[in-house]
DNA sequence: CTTCTGACA
DNA sequence: TGTCAGGA
């Protein structure tokens, strides 16, 4: 079995270096899509962001969105209304 | 690894 | 406007 030795393995989290690598585009970028609030990832002590799993998958559609032709600006609220309705949905149907 | 600034398409 | 590159 492996007991993740390492904490941050079983979390599935990824450092902006892997995750830009992953989406296919440079730190800097990943930081400036923080900026704009389209995505959150959790800050370690040591001040270094750390994606997860489903932080990298947001930043995938985050350049999907810009390859549709919207800007950091829309896609912000796209992903909002997304993040909306998905709670939303789990919240419950009715 | 973080943050900021400069230049380019 | 968004991305890349360099420096502290």
Redesign the pocket.
């Known amino acids: 079995m492996v007991q993740s030795p390492d904490p941050e393995r079983a979390r599935g989290v990824f450092?902006?270096?892997?995750a830009a690598e992953l989406v296919g585009?440079?730190?800097?970028?990943l930081?400036?899509?923080e900026a704009?609030g389209l995505v959150e990832p959790v800050r370690t002590e040591g001040?270094?962001?750390r994606y997860s799993a489903e932080d990298v998958d947001r930043l995938r559609r985050i350049?999907a969105l810009?390859d549709a032709g919207l800007?950091?600006?829309g896609?912000a609220m796209v992903m909002d209304l997304q993040d909306e309705n998905d709670r939303l949905r789990r919240a419950g149907p009715g």
Request: aromatic share 4%.
């Open positions: 450092g902006i270096t892997v585009t440079g730190v800097q970028n930081r400036a899509y704009r001040g270094t962001r350049t810009l800007n950091l600006a896609i």
